[in-house]
DNA sequence: GCACTTCGGCAACAGCGTTGCTTAAGTGGC
DNA sequence: GCCACTTAAGCAACGCTGTTGCCGAAGTGC
């Protein structure tokens, strides 16, 4: 690292307290001692902040006895990303300001069967459409201030290339350059990543977060984020997370994967047989794995089976952690646009040192 | 992150570089396109390096056409550090150097069950004699020669305050402050992790090791040691890779952890009945849970019972990879101090940055 | 009204890696 | 044997980082 990697390191580190500050706002004297700097050093980087626009002074903090401290915050509007969430059956875009807020969205319905040239054309209407009207009510978006797109889709994929392999189902995906491709048409930078390392990467950044926790996402099919220690794990061939296909039990019913037994098989077949207690217990099972083998701080569930009974599922998952002796919270997403908002974050993210 | 911080994380990089060139060295320009800095800053920093006696000229390259490269290499003697397994059975202390390497060891037979008082006597002792006796035949190690001590005993524990949780079988070492009291009886820096763990660090630092890996350890118990992107998971509670209790079989036989069907029960039950490869498919369905979970690109298999039929371990275990079509390769670990000398690189890893 | 406390900017500074140049030490053509 | 060329590595000057010392601004409380 160099001087002015230096830089735009500390930089980085003052705009995401910044940003998990919120509207709260925080002191120049606070991110002194949140970062280890000396305040002179963060008198330096929030005027250079302030300078380029992205943070601003916001009223005073009541005083001690001296002079009152000075209220820095993000300026939300500095800067912009796209969110893309192409699912199954369904697209999603939305335009996120510095701070992750959602300030439009649109959304159609799309077969992701229909093979990457008609989708990835519809990709890039909405987007330019996205664009061209957003924000509503507000100033035209200047030159500059969208910093990308991501894209979240199932997996499997390649996140490093932006190349999808064989989806299940969607053998035309298998080695489209989805993300060279996307670049190209709309002029921006795009990265693109599994579905739900979008929507844990989305969760991961909000201010309260845990340090570690699995977004465990029931829909279609079983699948998990992770985040170890604030960061996604994605592994070096975009894998890791794959929940559905962990045995839990041997010698069980065949999976398409070629295993037996697998989580998502069970859980799916208790949903489709219209037991969902069962469904619960068996998706707490693969939770309670997850958090024994990873010490988490945290499960999320999310999925539309999930958010079809939530308060149910989340009731099930508890019961078998509270048997095993573990205390693991567990929480619910909210919104059907958590991917897509993970999905801008991707983009985001860089801006923060994420 | 300041400007010390910065020129000590530079020189970090560096020696690191330096340690997994090994004996072979390496070159001041290599240094610089490894790390990414000038060539001009590489040469003021191993020259800091070389005044502090950690970095030595070692010859040179052949000439591709002017003036050759110089060789730079560690001095391993530069620096040593204590590492200690405290099994149930059995006491080792070694002797490392700044590559390592063992230079001496001792080892006893003690009783964990004899509770804290008699065996950190024991483990004081040894230390002492290690460090009054070694290296042999060489001259008595300097003052400060020595960086610290690693400690490595079976879990749970919490690494961060050095103090072992309720150990199964041996509640009197519960709460017991064995980092802070083997610290002051030592007058050395004490750093405790869970004995997977530093058998995981001490093989995420050869040279040669993958950037995601699992080290999955049969012996008295099953468990894992996780290194993800070439950081060994701990979790905030150290418990990662509690891989023992892992629901393999749902409603299976009764553990004594609260759960039914778990790894652990199930393949010490078919080791117990003599069906080496049952166990070994067992394990095996175990692993390939990890690999898929955690996206890693390797599994090593050690500890007792693998040691005992190490190529029948591995064969199974890949049998079973190979069945999902997973090809992720199966290793083994050799040496009965596997754990010992990753206690050592407790100390050893933050020289370099780890 | 004044002493005191606290915040935050100005100016000078030490030290980081970088740049431009020089010297060292090889190869290969003639 | 000489010389042109190539490559490696150090010296000196430099830009820029965060730090230190100091001072004015802006409050509180006796």
Same mark, same amino acid.
């Given at each position: 690292? *160099? ?6 390191? *500390? ?42 626009? $992205? ?6 903090? #009541? ?22 969430? $192409? ?7 939305? $335009? ?25 054309? #519809? ?58 491709? $996307? ?96 469904? #619960? ?5 693969? #939770? ?67």
């Amino acid at each position: 690292m *160099n001087v002015p990697a230096l830089r735009s390191h *500390n930089a980085a580190l003052v705009l995401d307290l910044l940003r998990t500050a919120g509207e709260t706002g925080i002191s120049r004297l606070e991110l002194a001692e949140r970062t280890g700097l000396t305040p002179q050093a963060v008198s330096k980087i929030t005027a250079r902040l302030r300078a380029e626009g $992205l943070a601003a002074e916001a009223g005073h903090r #009541a005083s001690t006895g001296g002079k009152p401290r000075t209220v820095l915050r993000l300026v939300p509007s500095a800067a912009h990303a796209v969110g893309v969430h $192409l699912d199954r059956d369904e697209l999603t875009v939305l $335009l996120a300001d510095l701070a992750g807020t959602a300030v439009a969205l649109r959304r159609r319905p799309v077969d992701l069967g229909a093979g990457p040239g008609p989708v990835l054309d #519809a990709v890039t209407e909405e987007v330019r459409a996205l664009l061209a009207t957003a924000p509503p009510g507000g100033a035209p978006l200047p030159d500059g201030a969208v910093l990308g797109a991501g894209v979240a889709m199932p997996g499997p994929l390649d996140h490093r290339s932006g190349v999808p392999g064989r989806v299940t189902g969607f053998p035309e995906w298998a080695g489209h350059p989805v993300r060279d491709e $996307l670049a190209a048409r709309l002029g921006l930078p795009v990265v693109l990543d599994k579905d739900t390392n979008a929507a844990a990467l989305g969760l991961a950044l909000r201010p309260a977060a845990p340090g570690s926790f699995a977004y465990v996402h029931l829909g279609t099919g079983l699948g998990a984020g992770l985040v170890l220690g604030g960061a996604p794990l994605r592994g070096d061939r975009t894998g890791a997370g794959e929940l559905g296909h962990q045995t839990v039990l041997l010698d069980g019913p065949p999976c398409g994967c070629g295993g037996r037994g697998c989580l998502e098989v069970l859980c799916l077949a208790a949903v489709a047989r219209g037991e969902p207690a069962e469904a #619960a217990r068996i998706l707490g099972v693969g #939770a309670a794995n997850l958090v024994r083998l990873l010490d988490i701080d945290q499960v999320l569930l999310g999925g539309r089976v999930v958010l079809a009974a939530p308060e149910a599922f989340a009731a099930g998952v508890r019961e078998v952690l509270a048997g095993l002796g573990l205390t693991t919270p567990v929480g619910l997403t909210t919104g059907r646009d958590a991917v897509a908002e993970g999905a801008a974050w991707l983009t985001l993210a860089p801006v923060f040192g994420k």
